[in-house]
Structure formats: C-alpha cells, structure tokens
C-alpha cells in the first residue's frame, strides 16, 4: 500500500509505504488500510478534507464491490475508514490514468488511452477527459484482449491474452520456462542478446502493436500512454512498438506514443484528486506542479 498527504495545492505532504496483509484476509487488508488511514492523517494539521482511494478489481465511488486479489466483496467506502470524513473509491489503473490526465502525460488532452504495463496489465480509456469504466465497470481489460487467439492459456482461463505474453512478470517467466533459468526478470530479457530473449522479447512486442492497433481502431486515441516498470525499458520498448503499430495501420496514421510522467506517484496522485473531489472540490489538480519519480527500471 502507498498512502500520503496531499494539500489543496499539490503539495506531497507526506508520502508512506506499507505491506498489504493478503494472506490473512479481507477484513484484515480493511483494516489495514484503516489504520493507515488513520496514521496519515495525525501526521498532518488536522482532519483531511477527505480520502481518496484507488482499489483493484470492481469498484464504483462509494463501494470496493469485488477484488480477486485481496478476497473482499461490496465493501462500503465509508468502511476504509473511522474518520468522519467523505470517501471516494476508485478503479487502481482508472485512477492512475486520471493523475495522468490532468496532471501528467495527458494534460491538456481529452481522449488518450493509459497503458501501465507491470506484473499485469490493464488500461485507462480517458474519453472526454474522465476515466472510463464501461456499462459496469470493467472497462479497460485490455491485458485479456486474445491476441493469439491459439496461444498459451492465460491465469484468466483464456488463451493467447495480451498479458500473457507481454507484461513484466510473463516475460521474465516465458525466458525462463524456455532458458530453464529460474528467476530471471524482464529487464534482464531486454537488454540480452540472447536468441531465446530475443525472441520473448519480439513476442512481447508484436502482441502489444497488435493489440494497441485493435484499441486504435476502436476508439481512435489521440495518443497511447505507457507507464508502469516495462515502459522503463524506454527506445527498447517504444521503438519497435512504435514501428510495428505505424505498419499495422495501413490507412491511417497511428497515434504517438509517449512515457507516462508521473511514474510511482500516479495512483497516489490520483487517489488525491478523489479525496478532494471527495471533499467538493473537484476544481483542485490543473493547476497543481509537480515533482515526481520515475519506478526502478522494469520492476
């Protein structure tokens, strides 16, 4: 978990790190995230204004409503903390992609898609300046878009996902599985030249431009921003997608790409906009400046 202190100015008052207890639960990851709550809160100049939280799994504003990760379902806002104060939830990638969109790669644009590629993958549509979450808001699981349609069976039950083939953890586990070396990580695949990490590698690529170029189709984004640890990998990634997604799009130009800016702050920074948005002051972010780091490089 990451949690801080966020003034109505944009300043990081107080930024913190803890482990999510998973293994012992629901109710204690609830807890958890209470407490810390709680501890940020007294280490700050009285009562925040509001809380703004950024959750996986489905969400809408007011409650955590299934995670498979972290074991909970319909989990009311208000139970994430014993302050009375207001709360709003949202989606971990949509909020990152909010952060992005009024205060980092996507400021200033309207309609852009947020690609964080990690140890999973999913996206952020922002259309018309918000975050888009669908009909029920599963929107953006792009990572489970087959894009070998008769390719490995992914965790998700499907074959052939993006995910499986192209975020962190999967390329570091496909070298592996075919190297028979245990433990090896995705940036050690990319900056080989191994034949075997050459290949994973051109693998990754090519389902990402297949399925960047499906996304463009689609919803014609004026541009595609990559974040998370792959993108760390920068012309080693950028470049070939890039050039893959230019041919793939035979009759129309394809949109740029460009790094996220706000690195490991983004969901931070994003849960801040909910809080104050939370708080009724959803005016707060366009005009805040920023200092933020970048992630370690393909973690």
């Known amino acids: 978990m990451k949690g801080g202190l966020v003034s109505e100015s944009g300043a990081v008052l107080l930024s913190e790190r803890r482990p999510t207890p998973r293994a012992e639960g629901p ?4 807890a958890a995230i209470s407490d810390f709550i709680s501890h940020l809160a007294a280490s700050g100049d009285g009562i925040p204004a509001g ?9 809408s504003e007011d409650s955590a409503i299934y995670a498979a990760n972290l074991g909970w379902s319909d989990v009311p806002a208000t139970d994430f903390t014993s302050l009375d104060i207001p709360v709003m939830l949202g989606h971990d990638v949509r909020t990152g992609g909010l952060a992005e969109s009024i205060l980092g790669a996507g400021r200033g644009l309207t309609d852009f898609l947020f690609l964080p590629i990690g140890t999973g993958i999913a996206g952020a549509s922002i259309i018309r300046g918000e975050p888009y979450g ?15 349609p008769d390719g490995e069976q992914c965790a998700c039950g499907q074959l ?6 192209a975020s962190a953890a999967s390329v570091g586990r496909r070298y592996s599985e075919r190297a028979g070396v245990e433990g090896v990580k995705a940036e050690q ?9 050459i290949e994973v590698w051109d693998e990754a690529v090519e ?22 640890g792959l993108a760390e990998a920068g012309p080693a990634l950028f470049d070939p997608v890039r050039t893959r997604l230019i ?6 130009d394809a949109p740029p790409l460009t790094p996220a800016a706000l690195g490991v702050d983004a969901g931070m920074l994003g849960a801040s906009l909910l809080g104050w948005r939370a708080a009724g002051r959803p005016e707060l972010g366009p005009g805040w400046a920023l200092d933020v780091r970048s992630a370690p490089l393909v973690s």
């Open 189 to 197: 695949v990319v900056s080989s030249d191994d034949p075997i990490a």
């Open 207 to 228: 389902a990402l431009s297949l399925a960047l170029a499906t996304y463009t189709l689609l919803l014609d984004p004026s541009v595609i921003v990559l974040g998370g």
């Open 247 to 252: 041919k793939r799009l035979a009759f129309r």
């Open 27 to 30: 109710d204690a990851v609830v």
């Open 160 to 165: 052939g996902c993006l995910e499986t083939y």
């Open 134 to 148: 669908g009909s029920s808001g599963w929107a953006g699981e792009i990572g489970h878009t087959p894009v070998f």
């Open 51 to 59: 809380v703004g939280l950024a959750v996986p799994g489905l969400v």
